[in-house]
Each structure stands twice: as structure tokens, then as C-alpha cells.
């Protein structure tokens, strides 16, 4: 219990921390230095949302080269699914404030090929500190894409409490 005390306080206290800081925003040439981004075809990636390292833009340039699926929560559990967008267009506010897909039709997420991850910080082993619900451990634990993490410098630490359902990442882009 005492583990996941101290995961819920450093999380609490990272996201005071992280309202303090301007935005800062992935691009697609940051990506392109990744050889499998570049041969990949399907990209997941999440929909930026309360300070999160931005990927609004990046999302309408994923468009013009790659098929984009986002995440959809269809439940408050911590279960998600991959929905396949065409345009920005097709987002609107969902569950806890976050763009998500109007019409959620899920893609076959064993399709994805490179999957870009939020976290409130991570360390220099690809472990995530996430929201606390599971979300994308869940979706990750039985699919193989190659996984980006990406998070401010500010939120890239030595080492952070883990345990046997955390996914670490492949790389971690500190923006």
C-alpha cells in the first residue's frame, strides 16, 4: 500500500508542478529522427489535454502521411480503445476533458505501428507515471508497437516506483 501512496503524492505534486510551465509541443521532425516512425503506417497517438506535452498540431500533420488512431475511453475503469480519425475535426470533448473521436468505431489496435504516450513523467528505464487508472497499461500489455514516451524535461527522473503491470516505453523524447 505504502507504493502506491507515494505514487499518488509525487503524481499530486508533479501536476501542481506542471501547471507552472508553458506547453511545450511535439512536431513531426522531432518523430522523423525515429526509423520506425518513418517506416511505419499506423500511428497512435494521444490527444493532448491539461499540460500535457502538446500534439494538437502534430495530429493535423500525422493526417497528411499516416493513419491516425487516438485513444477512446469507454469506461472510467481504465478501458480503452484505438479509433481510426481523418480529420481534427472528427474530436470532440469526451471523458475527463479530452479530446476523443465523436463516432468510436474501434481499429484493430495489433495494427499499430508506432504509439506515442503521455505521462506525467518518466524515467531513464521508459517507466511511465501516469494518471493513476491504467489506461494505457491496459492497452499496451498485449500489443507490440514501438513506444514513444514524451514528457517535459522537467519530468524526466532517475527512477520511479514500478510495478509487474507498468509497460515501459521503447524510448523516452524529453521535449
Known sequence: MQQMESKAFFRKELLKRRKELAISELKI???CTFSE????????????????VGTHTLIKELLKEKEVVVP???????NMI??????ASDLTEGSFGILEPKNPVEFPKDKIDFAIVPGIAFDKEGFRLGYGKGYYDRFLCDISPYKLGVCQKEFYVDTLVHNEYDI????????
Open 29 to 31: 521532425s522531432d518523430l
Open 37 to 52: 516512425f518513418k517506416n511505419s503506417k499506423v500511428i497512435f497517438c494521444y490527444v493532448s489535454a491539461h499540460g500535457e
Open 82 to 87: 484505438a479509433v481510426k480519425i481523418n480529420s
Open 168 to 175: 515501459q516505453m521503447d524510448k523516452v523524447m524529453v521535449i
Open 72 to 78: 477512446y475511453c469507454t469506461d472510467k475503469c481504465g
